[in-house]
């Protein structure tokens, strides 16, 4: 028997309604994902304690590495293409088989500003933080780059002020400054050992 065309009409319906509906779920589920990123952001600028005893706590560093991988995930020049910046670097960085990736202080202050703040005060306790969301966010794209470095290095470029060397003081000390200068003499890279392993010529032990 040969169905009514209104019947095949009220199919067609039935089907476009349904296509909606599944688009407007995954919708909803982007801007719930968007929600609940915001929903449990933690205030980390009000603080009552030395900033570096802050940094510490979990809570703190918990948010931070929110902050900063949302940054590396979603930054986007303003002038640019709409292409995420630093997804881009970090593909680009795992094909040439590196391990540090440069981050632009301005791209920071522009996005996360309290981390460009904190990383310049406190950059020891803040690079540690940013080298381990680099690490996730490149293992993301690539699971198995961690057979070839243990770690990323992530490396602040384009700070806006530039300090004289004869200008630095002790307030200066254990905080991130940028300065001009002439190298005159350099030695060779000396290396860190992390790991050694004795091997025994005579009895083959291995310590």
């Given at each position: ?114 981390l460009a ?70 030695t060779g ?19």
């Amino acid at each position: 028997r040969v169905r009514p065309r209104a019947l095949e009409a009220d199919d067609d319906d039935d089907q476009w309604r349904r296509q909606q509906r599944r688009r407007r779920a995954g919708d909803r589920d982007e801007d719930d994902e968007e929600e609940d990123e915001e929903e449990f952001e933690v205030d980390i600028e009000n603080y009552d304690c030395p900033l570096r005893e802050w940094i510490t706590r979990e809570r703190t560093k918990s948010e931070i590495r929110k902050k900063f991988s949302r940054f590396l995930r979603k930054y986007v020049e303003k002038d640019g293409d709409g292409a995420p910046v630093y997804r881009i670097r970090i593909r680009e960085m795992c094909v040439a088989n590196g391990q540090s990736l440069e981050v632009s202080y301005l791209h920071l202050a522009e996005r996360e500003p309290i981390l460009a703040v904190w990383v310049a005060d406190a950059p020891a306790d803040m690079l540690a933080m940013f080298d381990e969301v680099a690490k996730q966010e490149a293992l993301k794209l690539y699971p198995s780059y961690g057979d070839i470095h243990g770690r990323i290095f992530t490396r602040i470029t384009g700070l806006p002020i530039m300090d004289q060397i004869r200008d630095i003081r002790q307030a200066h000390l254990n905080c991130l400054i940028k300065i001009e200068g002439v190298v005159t003499r350099r030695t060779g890279v000396f290396p860190q050992l992390r790991e050694v392993m004795y091997d025994c010529s005579k009895c083959g032990f291995v310590v």
